[in-house]
């Protein structure tokens, strides 16, 4: 009779443990925006302009045809250039993006943005050609302050950065390869995500994937 009671608790622990996996898996959202079904030279639908130019742009070269997102303006040397999603609000992320960088003599390449409260705070970890480097930054009311940086070569094409952040725990991916982590709780609670790029970097995005919640 005892064992039996045991064996119900244990089985009860196990059907709750299962609900609360479920669950956790059902709060957990995603999306992609590929930019397909866009409008080619308006700004994507869903999206702000809050700093630079971005437009809806043909790209034969992306790995989703035939549109991607271009980040078009040739700002000067200290304005970050932001577009953020406005229907997004996620705290842990796994964020990713396909990008390449089309143009700039100040800077190239660009990045994403999670956990924004606007656009002038939020969290950014981007790739820079120019510069032969890939960081991770905090931007709060506009000042940036980098969190992490590593070399890497730079080379043509498009490449595939992916950012997953749990709790204050960040790690920052190029091409399949971990090469940053850190760990901040400036921005703790959520926020939305975006795309980034800085002064006269001018960039096609594609593909903008994210599972949070």
């Avoid at 925006?33 to 070269?61: I, S, Y």
């Avoid at 303006?73 to 964020?95: C, G, H």
């Avoid at 850190?182 to 995005?205: E, M, V, Y």
Wanted: net charge neutral.
């Amino acid at each position: 009779m005892l064992s039996s009671r045991f064996r119900i608790k244990g089985l009860a622990a196990v059907f709750v443990a299962m609900l609360v996996v479920i669950g956790s898996a059902q709060d957990m959202k995603s999306r992609v925006w590929n930019f397909d079904a866009d409008k080619v030279g308006e700004p994507a639908k869903g999206l702000t302009n809050d700093v630079g130019q971005w437009r809806v742009v043909g790209d034969d070269t992306a790995s989703s045809k035939p549109h991607v997102l271009a980040q078009q303006a040739k700002s000067e040397k200290p304005v970050y250039n932001v577009a953020l999603i406005t229907e997004t609000n996620f705290k842990n992320v796994d964020l990713s993006v396909k990008l390449r960088a089309v143009a700039g003599e100040i800077d190239q390449g660009g990045g994403v943005v999670w956990r924004a409260k606007d656009a002038k705070n939020y969290y950014i970890c981007r790739y820079n050609p120019l510069e032969e480097n890939f960081r991770v930054y905090k931007v709060e009311d506009g000042k940036r302050t980098q969190l992490g940086s590593a070399d890497v070569p730079a080379t043509p094409g498009w490449h595939t950065l992916r950012v997953v952040m749990t709790g204050d725990r960040i790690e920052c991916h190029l091409d399949g390869k971990k090469e940053l982590a850190a760990t901040d709780t400036a921005f703790a609670g959520p926020g939305r995500i975006g795309l980034w790029s800085k002064a006269d970097a001018q960039t096609h995005f594609d593909d903008l994937t994210v599972t949070g919640d």
